[in-house]
């Protein structure tokens, strides 16, 4: 059921990503095995693996109450925060499993980062939200240091432009758009190695939207992205790989063009084509 | 058919039905009156209950308002050398044996032109000062020896049935054999007035004096310091004591049988009376553990318990209030839970917690009956100097005073009212400000 294979060369997506080169042993950042998650008695995920690669887009899509969100969770460990989750199965990141008995989860969320749903800026000033993170993990020797990290983060997220002249400016005083962008400047401003997204449009208007998916395209260059999406044509515009989830199970995964122009489950097929959903 | 239907531009005789199937007018004067009728309810309880407060301050401020006021009479006293030091040695406790009562009243009876020969007129005479100016002359002398052979004009207190005149708390249309104040002081009374020598003024003794069996001479030195003691230990106790337990109820407690027994008993404690907390503190602070009685530490102890409860309630409140994704935040950039609590949560939920602080505070130092129990109700002379020593409490001052018989009091009892009131007003004031100027909308 689960397809595992990756076929390079196949993509040809709308914003013309560079296919995977031919024949290269390919570089897997993320691969989960077995992975089920139980909230108390209820099963949400039922053992589901994948393979995710370096410096590409994968989009889990599917309809509400999949467990898209809640497999997107596992892998910073973010679970561990609701008392009657478990995880079971194994997920390595960079080749070291993140369930590990050695494992801090702390450290686990500061190695992938993640944004939210709805844009959550510290109700602070715009520098202090990026240097958040590189102060509490120690990444700046100086001052100096650190103003550098939050001037690259924010210029790297597309908003320093915007903000440049108030980063003593409430972070909460922006618009949606800017505060979703200031979330993903503060992620990366800790230098994560994954960045997850949880439907980091849901709450943004189309040309908000817009930016934001612009800014993963060029965030795809350094970072490894895992994006959770209700929109179809987003999943099909920002990613190279898609994974199709439906009632706890990965039905179908492969590269977003095969699964939006030739699916081969018939439940992905009747997804993406608006049947149910 | 109805009126709307027919005013309607609508032609469709369909349109017009649909209008009119809810043009019932019986149904729908029922519907205003109604209406009319609960809005009329909710303004006469508001005006009742408007109208109880209005009565309340105003018989407090009448009563209390000349409690801030003092009479006293101005008085050419010849501090004579042979009355007070007659051996001439400036023998401190001769000085303080000396009877200075007897020079306040023969500079009295010169001032008025008492005859000194008539025991009636000089008793008459004696009663207008205070019983106090005996004190208040052998300070002047012990502070100033060189002023022994001089005449001094002083101002000495009015005894307190010639304030209660002065303030006219005393009719002077009444009998005189109905009044504390005879025809003749009276007349003497308005001599001094007229010729300056009696005045009103500002009332410090008020805030500096102690306990006093004459009220003009009563003051709220030891209820205020002892009010102070307390307080200074409730917020050095409850605030971290009740912060920590919230927030570890809160953000770090497993959710279960046991934690939901506590949550319980915290909002059961804080409905508990307050007697019986006294009584709790009398067992457990002066009968077990063996600290002193009428002492404002146990006070403090006593209504740090009795506050407890109010901030752990407060403080859970307002850290609730912070929205999960701030939390979520501060998780995902890898902070860890501690930090995540103390570098955003807590301080985001501070001005709930300096609220609900404040609000127990108020609680806290309008609280008697815990008091009475472990002592705090006692005549103390003495200003207290530390928390050990023994003092009493506003609202246990208050009702002190209430109990005396002299007519003074009533006005010492609802001007230590207006006192206690103005703290509380403050303090509401405060916690009111500190809501308005940190709150934060989400």
Same mark, same amino acid.
């Given at each position: 059921?689960?397809?595992?294979?990756?076929?390079?060369?196949?993509?040809?997506?709308?914003?013309?990503?560079?296919?995977?080169?031919?024949?290269?042993?390919?570089?897997?950042?993320?691969?989960?095995?077995?992975?089920?998650?139980?909230?108390?008695?209820?099963?949400?995920?039922?053992?589901?693996?994948?393979?995710?690669?370096?410096?590409? #887009?994968?989009?889990?899509?599917?309809?509400?109450?999949?467990?898209?969100?809640?497999?997107?969770?596992?892998?910073?460990?973010?679970?561990?925060?609701?008392?009657?989750?478990?995880?079971?199965?194994?997920?390595?990141?960079?080749?070291?499993?993140?369930?590990?008995?050695?494992?801090?989860?702390?450290? #686990?969320?500061?190695?992938?980062?993640?944004?939210?749903?709805?844009?959550?800026?510290?109700?602070?000033?715009?520098?202090?939200?990026?240097?958040?993170?590189?102060?509490?993990?120690?990444?700046?020797?100086?001052?100096?240091?650190?103003?550098?990290?939050?001037?690259?983060?924010?210029?790297?997220?597309?908003?320093?432009?915007?903000?440049?002249?108030?980063?003593?400016?409430?972070?909460?005083?922006?618009?949606?758009?800017?505060?979703?962008?200031?979330?993903?400047?503060?992620?990366?401003?800790?230098?994560?190695?994954?960045?997850?997204?949880?439907?980091?449009?849901?709450?943004?208007?189309?040309?908000?939207?817009?930016?934001?998916?612009?800014?993963?395209?060029?965030?795809?260059?350094?970072?490894?992205?895992?994006?959770?999406?209700?929109?179809?044509?987003?999943?099909?515009?920002?990613?190279?790989?898609?994974?199709?989830?439906?009632?706890?199970?990965? #039905?179908?995964?492969?590269?977003?063009?095969?699964?939006?122009?030739?699916?081969?489950?018939?439940?992905?097929?009747?997804?993406?084509?608006?049947?149910?959903? | 058919?109805?009126?709307?239907?027919?005013?309607?531009?609508?032609?469709?005789?369909?349109?017009?039905?649909?209008?009119?199937?809810?043009?019932?007018?019986?149904?729908?004067?029922?519907?205003?009156?109604?209406?009319?009728?609960?809005?009329?309810?909710?303004?006469?309880?508001?005006?009742?209950?408007?109208?109880?407060?209005?009565?309340?301050?105003?018989?407090?401020?009448?009563?209390?308002?000349?409690?801030?006021?003092?009479?006293?009479?101005?008085?050419?006293?010849?501090?004579? =050398?042979?009355?007070?030091?007659?051996?001439?040695?400036?023998?401190?406790?001769?000085?303080?044996?000396?009877?200075?009562?007897?020079?306040?009243?023969?500079?009295?009876?010169?001032?008025?032109?008492?005859?000194?020969?008539?025991?009636?007129?000089?008793?008459? =005479?004696?009663?207008?000062?205070?019983?106090?100016?005996?004190?208040?002359?052998?300070?002047?002398?012990?502070?100033?020896?060189?002023?022994?052979?001089?005449?001094?004009?002083?101002?000495?207190?009015?005894?307190?049935?010639? &304030?209660?005149?002065?303030?006219?708390?005393? &009719?002077?249309?009444?009998?005189?054999?109905?009044?504390?104040?005879?025809?003749?002081?009276?007349?003497?009374?308005?001599?001094?007035?007229?010729?300056?020598?009696?005045?009103?003024?500002?009332?410090?003794?008020?805030?500096?004096?102690?306990?006093?069996?004459?009220?003009?001479?009563?003051?709220?030195?030891?209820?205020?310091?002892?009010?102070?003691?307390?307080?200074?230990?409730?917020?050095?106790?409850?605030?971290?004591?009740?912060?920590?337990?919230?927030?570890?109820?809160?953000?770090?407690?497993?959710?279960?049988?046991?934690?939901?027994?506590?949550?319980?008993?915290?909002?059961?404690?804080?409905?508990?009376?307050?007697?019986?907390?006294?009584?709790?503190?009398?067992?457990?602070?002066?009968?077990?553990?063996?600290?002193?009685?009428?002492?404002?530490?146990?006070?403090?102890?006593?209504?740090?318990?009795?506050?407890?409860?109010?901030?752990?309630?407060?403080?859970?409140?307002?850290?609730?209030?912070?929205?999960?994704?701030?939390?979520?935040?501060?998780?995902?950039?890898?902070?860890?839970?501690?930090?995540?609590?103390?570098?955003?949560?807590?301080?985001?939920?501070?001005?709930?917690?300096?609220?609900?602080?404040?609000?127990?505070?108020?609680?806290?130092?309008?609280?008697?009956?815990?008091?009475?129990?472990?002592?705090?109700?006692?005549?103390?002379?003495?200003?207290?100097?530390?928390?050990?020593?023994?003092?009493?409490?506003?609202?246990?001052?208050?009702?002190?005073?209430?109990?005396?018989?002299?007519?003074?009091?009533?006005?010492?009892?609802?001007?230590?009212?207006?006192?206690?009131?103005?703290?509380?007003?403050?303090?509401?004031?405060?916690?009111?400000?500190?809501?308005?100027?940190?709150?934060?909308?989400?």
């Amino acid at each position: 059921m689960v397809d595992f294979s990756i076929e390079p060369g196949a993509l040809n997506s709308s914003l013309a990503a560079p296919a995977l080169p031919t024949g290269q042993p390919v570089d897997y950042k993320i691969t989960a095995r077995n992975v089920s998650v139980f909230y108390g008695e209820k099963q949400a995920l039922f053992s589901v693996g994948i393979d995710i690669p370096d410096r590409s #887009v994968m989009a889990f899509i599917g309809p509400s109450g999949c467990g898209k969100s809640t497999f997107l969770r596992c892998f910073n460990r973010m679970n561990d925060t609701i008392a009657s989750a478990r995880v079971k199965g194994e997920i390595l990141v960079q080749g070291k499993n993140i369930y590990g008995p050695d494992v801090d989860p702390v450290q #686990v969320r500061a190695r992938v980062g993640m944004v939210f749903q709805k844009p959550n800026p510290f109700p602070k000033t715009i520098f202090e939200n990026v240097a958040y993170g590189p102060r509490i993990h120690g990444l700046a020797k100086s001052k100096g240091d650190l103003e550098e990290i939050v001037v690259k983060s924010l210029q790297r997220a597309g908003l320093f432009n915007e903000v440049k002249d108030r980063l003593d400016g409430e972070g909460t005083g922006l618009s949606g758009g800017q505060q979703q962008r200031l979330c993903i400047a503060r992620a990366i401003a800790v230098s994560p190695e994954v960045i997850l997204m949880d439907e980091p449009c849901s709450a943004l208007d189309p040309i908000a939207t817009a930016k934001i998916e612009e800014l993963i395209d060029e965030l795809r260059e350094n970072y490894c992205i895992v994006i959770v999406t209700h929109n179809m044509q987003q999943a099909a515009r920002v990613s190279q790989r898609t994974a199709f989830f439906h009632l706890g199970y990965l #039905v179908e995964e492969d590269t977003t063009d095969q699964i939006f122009m030739n699916p081969k489950d018939k439940r992905t097929q009747d997804y993406i084509t608006g049947r149910f959903g | 058919m109805s009126a709307v239907a027919q005013d309607s531009s609508m032609s469709d005789s369909d349109a017009a039905e649909t209008v009119g199937r809810f043009d019932n007018p019986a149904l729908m004067r029922r519907r205003r009156r109604e209406e009319v009728r609960f809005q009329a309810y909710g303004l006469i309880a508001i005006a009742l209950g408007m109208s109880f407060l209005v009565i309340l301050f105003g018989t407090i401020i009448r009563d209390g308002w000349t409690a801030f006021f003092q009479t006293s009479i101005e008085l050419p006293i010849k501090f004579d =050398a042979a009355e007070i030091d007659p051996d001439g040695t400036r023998n401190a406790n001769a000085l303080a044996q000396a009877n200075y009562q007897k020079l306040a009243n023969q500079a009295l009876y010169g001032q008025l032109g008492v005859d000194p020969s008539s025991r009636a007129q000089r008793q008459a =005479a004696n009663a207008l000062v205070s019983r106090d100016v005996d004190s208040q002359l052998r300070a002047m002398v012990a502070s100033d020896p060189k002023i022994i052979g001089t005449t001094q004009n002083v101002w000495v207190l009015a005894s307190g049935n010639v &304030d209660a005149f002065a303030k006219g708390k005393i &009719d002077r249309e009444l009998p005189q054999e109905n009044r504390q104040i005879s025809d003749q002081q009276i007349s003497w009374i308005d001599k001094l007035t007229a010729s300056g020598a009696m005045e009103k003024s500002f009332n410090t003794g008020l805030f500096t004096n102690t306990a006093s069996s004459q009220p003009e001479t009563a003051g709220l030195a030891v209820a205020l310091l002892g009010s102070f003691y307390i307080m200074l230990i409730v917020v050095l106790l409850s605030v971290p004591l009740g912060v920590a337990a919230a927030i570890y109820l809160e953000e770090f407690a497993p959710r279960n049988r046991i934690t939901d027994i506590i949550e319980v008993n915290i909002n059961n404690l804080a409905a508990v009376p307050s007697i019986v907390f006294g009584l709790l503190g009398l067992a457990v602070f002066i009968n077990f553990a063996g600290l002193p009685r009428s002492a404002s530490l146990v006070g403090g102890l006593v209504l740090t318990l009795r506050t407890l409860p109010t901030v752990i309630i407060a403080t859970r409140a307002s850290i609730t209030a912070v929205p999960p994704s701030i939390r979520e935040a501060a998780l995902g950039v890898g902070a860890s839970k501690v930090q995540s609590v103390f570098h955003h949560v807590l301080p985001l939920s501070l001005p709930g917690i300096i609220t609900g602080t404040i609000i127990g505070l108020v609680q806290a130092i309008g609280e008697t009956a815990p008091l009475l129990m472990i002592g705090m109700v006692a005549f103390v002379v003495d200003v207290p100097s530390s928390p050990l020593d023994p003092a009493t409490a506003l609202p246990v001052q208050i009702y002190m005073w209430a109990t005396e018989a002299e007519r003074g009091f009533v006005e010492k009892t609802a001007g230590a009212t207006i006192v206690l009131l103005g703290i509380l007003a403050v303090m509401n004031i405060l916690a009111m400000v500190l809501r308005k100027r940190y709150e934060r909308k989400w």
